[in-house]
């Protein structure tokens, strides 16, 4: 049986599918088609319902609750992997947010919830893939911005200075670990299907680990502008034992992110169970 697999290129995706996607684990007779993108593009493909299994933002579950199930395994949470709100050295402070043009990676995003719930007036919003939003603060094109994945590594070397921390601002608020993006698969393909797929994500993932510091060629290919160093960084910043399994804690902090986003939004959500039992 095929399935298609959509994730991102950056190394802690790489590094999670690898061993299912090149098959260095049995995959039980199930294979992958598997399509890498960013993950705001991910996002709008779900509410699309256009992949069988795929890597989304937290920030966009509660949009696809009805054609979607979270599986257990694949995800990222953790403490101290937040998204970082930056700007130049002399560029606003961060009690001047709320009147400035800010550049988020994506309006479905958990990076974008995160920013609302600490910026609740905050209005001017611009939203680009994460990738161009470094070089639209350099350039002044917008007052600040919100970054994630290998940027977190990268923005001081280019002058770049935080604002705020959005995940210690979470976990202030909170006390639970962030939910930044989680695999989802549609809900038609049934229990026994989806156990039998979650089984191989937290195989691949268990492959990985006991392999690693290992970086393989399959998450340097897709990495090409990165030193290892980072790539590992990056590894181990997003990659932990809530990639095996989210477990009763990781459930209760996504439970908590879809209970702060009806409060936010005014907006119920679907009846289904969101986790697959």
Aim: glycine share 8%; charged share 20%; aromatic share 8%.
């Amino acid at each position: 049986m095929k399935l298609t697999l959509g994730f991102s290129p950056c190394p802690n995706d790489t590094f999670i599918f690898d061993a299912l996607v090149n098959k260095k684990i049995d995959t039980g007779g199930i294979d992958v088609d598997v399509v890498l993108e960013d993950v705001q593009t991910l996002n709008e493909w779900a509410l699309q319902g256009k992949l069988d299994v795929t890597k989304l933002s937290y920030g966009v579950l509660p949009l696809v609750l009805e054609p979607y199930v979270v599986l257990p395994a694949g995800g990222a949470l953790g403490k101290g992997v937040g998204p970082l709100l930056i700007s130049t050295v002399d560029g606003i402070a961060a009690s001047e947010v709320d009147d400035h043009v800010i550049a988020i990676p994506g309006e479905h995003t958990t990076a974008h919830m995160l920013f609302s719930l600490a910026f609740p007036a905050a209005r001017r919003k611009e939203f680009l893939v994460f990738s161009q939003i470094e070089d639209a603060v350099l350039q002044k094109r917008v007052d600040a911005g919100v970054i994630i994945h290998e940027n977190r590594f990268t923005y001081q070397d280019k002058g770049l200075v935080k604002l705020m921390d959005l995940g210690e601002y979470w976990e202030a608020e909170t006390g639970s670990p962030i939910p930044l993006g989680g695999i989802v698969m549609k809900r038609s393909f049934g229990g026994e299907l989806q156990q039998k797929v979650n089984g191989l994500i937290r195989a691949s993932v268990e492959y990985a680990f006991s392999n690693y510091p290992l970086i393989t060629d399959y998450v340097k290919q897709h990495s090409q502008e990165m030193s290892e160093q980072v790539m590992r960084q990056h590894i181990d910043l997003y990659v932990n034992n809530y990639s095996i399994d989210l477990g009763d804690a990781g459930k209760a902090a996504v439970q908590q992110f879809l209970d702060i986003y009806t409060r936010v939004h005014r907006r119920n959500l679907p009846s289904e169970d969101v986790f697959l039992d």
